[in-house]
Each structure stands twice: as structure tokens, then as C-alpha cells.
């Protein structure tokens, strides 16, 4: 089963940044896609961006722009960088994954495989 495990959480001011990264235990199939969500104090779990095998991405409008996910294939890593941060960042930000998927612009993928979660605090 692949295990995925999230790393660099921290708590920052708004308009800061931070990086997020991702270890994958392995990569079972050919053809995947991977990415963050993120579950704030009163939301439910929402998908944010996306990478697949080929390296398209997809992000949802809320981080367009500022938040960007890409991976280190050979280091088995996956990264989301955050800029221009907003206390409405705040979350617990998860690393996800469906396999057998490619992404479609516009569209987030529906993951079945989670991380544990990385706390991400914005202070105004």
C-alpha cells in the first residue's frame, strides 16, 4: 500500500510563504496523479492542486496563482509551494493520490490515498 507522508508545516504571517513537501513510498503504476488538499477548523477536506505522470496540473481557483505543486520524481517527492499566504490558508494540508488517473484542467481528482496531515497556521 502506498504511504504517503506530509513534512513542513509551520506557522507564518499573512502574505509569507512556505513549502510543503511530500514523501511517496512508491510509485505503483504508471500513470497517477498526485496532490494536496487542505480541511480548515469549519470546511470539509477539499482537493487544491494536482499533478499527474506527465506533469499537468490543475489547481483549484482559491490558490490560483499563488500556490504551485510539483514533484521530484527521482526523490520520490512532492512539494507545494505557497506564496502570498491568507489567514483563509490556515488548514491542515494532506497529500492525496488516485492511480490510474490523469488530470483534466479544471478539474480536481478524486483521491482515495492520504497522508496524515501538516498543520498550517496564517497569523494576521
Known amino acids: 500500500q502506498v504511504q504517503l507522508e506530509e513534512s513542513g508545516g509551520d506557522s507564518v504571517q499573512t502574505g509569507g510563504s512556505l513549502t510543503l513537501s511530500c514523501t511517496v513510498s512508491e510509485y505503483p503504476y504508471s500513470q497517477y496523479c498526485i496532490g494536496w488538499a487542505r480541511q480548515g477548523p469549519n470546511t470539509g477536506r477539499v482537493g487544491i492542486g494536482a499533478?499527474?505522470?506527465?506533469?499537468?496540473?490543475t489547481y483549484a481557483n482559491s490558490v490560483k496563482g499563488r500556490f504551485t505543486v510539483s514533484q521530484d520524481y527521482a526523490k520520490n517527492t512532492l512539494y507545494l509551494q505557497m506564496n502570498n499566504l491568507k489567514p483563509e490558508d490556515a488548514a491542515m494540508y494532506y497529500c492525496?493520490?488516485?492511480?490510474?488517473?490523469?488530470?483534466?484542467?479544471?478539474?480536481?481528482?478524486?483521491?482515495?490515498?492520504w497522508g496524515q496531515g501538516t498543520q498550517v497556521t496564517v497569523s494576521s
Open positions: 499533478i499527474d505522470a506527465t506533469g499537468r496540473t
Open positions: 492525496a493520490a488516485q492511480f490510474w488517473c490523469s488530470v483534466v484542467p479544471g478539474v480536481m481528482p478524486g483521491f482515495d490515498t
